[in-house]
Nanobody, 128 residues
Framework: EVQLVESGGGLVQAGGSLRLSCAASGFTFDDYAIGWFAQAPGKEREGVSCISSSDTSTYYEDSVKGRFTISSDNAKNTVDLQMNSLKPEDTAVYYC?????????????????????WGQGTQVTVSS
């Protein structure tokens, strides 16, 4: 069974940092993309960043570029999202998901429907 469990969220003041972690199990970590997605109150879930387990290439949405860093540890089947210089607009429930690699077979774009169900996510709240 494909399972991804998010952790590391919390309440932080604007300008602060958090490190989210995604622990994956039930599938071979290689040859998949892992993405972090955020769902703010009243909004749809949107992609934030992703990483390819094939070539470790990464992708960031413009809104987080330069502030967030995604990394993976294929031996441990974990993907972390280091979030620095947090802003109130980063407040959301953050989810991780595994999905097939892109058409070229190596990159994590475009985002695709995830394997299995969405997890419970982890709440990130940034106060002003």
């Amino acid at each position: 069974e494909v399972q991804l469990v998010e952790s590391g969220g919390g309440l932080v003041q604007a300008g602060g940092s958090l490190r989210l972690s995604c622990a994956a199990s039930g599938f071979t970590f290689d040859d998949y993309a892992i993405g972090w997605f955020a769902q703010a109150p009243g909004k749809e879930r949107e992609g934030v960043s992703c990483i390819s387990s094939s070539d470790t290439s990464t992708y960031y949405e413009d809104s987080v570029k330069g502030r967030f860093t995604i990394s993976s540890d294929n031996a441990k089947n974990t993907v972390d999202l280091q979030m620095n210089s947090l802003k109130p607009e980063d407040t959301a429930v953050y989810y991780c998901a595994a999905y097939p690699l892109g058409p070229d077979g190596s990159t994590c774009q475009p985002y695709r429907p995830p394997f299995g169900s969405w997890g419970q996510g982890t709440q990130v709240t940034v106060s002003s």
